[in-house]
Nanobody
């Protein structure tokens, strides 16, 4: 498993946008299935959006469909999450993960047991 450092979070008003980034210096991201996860207080992180190793397939959790976009730059070992039209319920700590053990993007967003990085806090509030 790769370890990441996430960034880009902050405090934003409802309707605003943020772009999260996570970068790994451990190994090349090439061919890894990747995902973004959100941890709500008192809960384990849950998948928000995931992308296949070749970038051809993506999955979005229902509440973020049409508002969030996942992308990757393997040359920079970086995964991005563009978050638009943010809502208070998007608030949480966001983490990323990658693995070659899972190839289906929906399975990736349901997977658990990753070694989480520090995460980045997103707070959506007026």
């Amino acid at each position: 498993q790769l370890q990441f450092v996430e960034s880009g979070g902050g405090l934003v008003q409802p309707g605003g946008s943020l772009r999260l980034s996570c970068v790994t210096s451990t190994f090349s991201l090439e061919y890894y299935t990747v995902g973004w996860y959100r941890r709500d207080p008192g809960k384990e992180p849950e998948g928000v959006s995931c992308m296949s190793g070749n970038g051809a397939s993506t999955y979005y959790e229902g509440s973020v469909q049409g508002r969030f976009t996942i992308s990757r730059d393997d040359a920079k070992n970086t995964i991005y999450l563009q978050m638009n039209s943010l809502k208070p319920e998007d608030t949480g700590v966001y983490y990323c993960a990658a693995t070659r053990r899972v190839t289906d993007v929906q399975d990736m967003c349901r997977a658990a047991g990753f070694r989480w990085g520090p995460g980045t806090q997103v707070t959506v509030s007026a």
